[in-house]
């Protein structure tokens, strides 16, 4: 079931992974407290791409609505670090958006999925 999906959970299992070392570089940051929206919209969007990740590997019932929702906070997520001129912010503000195309694929009504 889940390879109708490997698009998305590829996307959302390397939004993830970007979203944990974003939410890290940003604590090496010289003023944190500027970051710590940023920080927490990572590991918000590093959690939902791997709940959403792991419904579709499941063949989940809910696994497009929660791909909606993470969506939405992949956008967020990636909106607020594109405010942010650091090079950690810049990657995961595009591998967010990224996530959010693919999630938003996978969650329209009526869409089928195939593997790559």
Do not use: W
């Amino acid at each position: 079931m889940h390879q109708q999906y490997q698009d998305c959970i590829d996307a959302c299992n390397d939004c993830a992974v970007v979203c944990d070392h974003c939410a890290s570089a940003c604590l090496e940051e010289e003023d944190v407290g500027k970051m710590a929206q940023c920080i927490a919209l990572d590991q918000q969007c590093a959690a939902i791409c791997r709940l959403a990740s792991q419904f579709m590997a499941l063949g989940s019932d809910y696994a497009r609505e929660l791909c909606g929702l993470c969506a939405d906070v992949c956008r967020a997520c990636g909106d607020e670090c594109r405010q942010h001129d650091m090079d950690h912010c810049q990657e995961c503000a595009d591998a967010c958006e990224r996530c959010a195309r693919e999630c938003e694929k996978m969650s329209a009504p009526g869409a089928t999925r195939q593997a790559a």
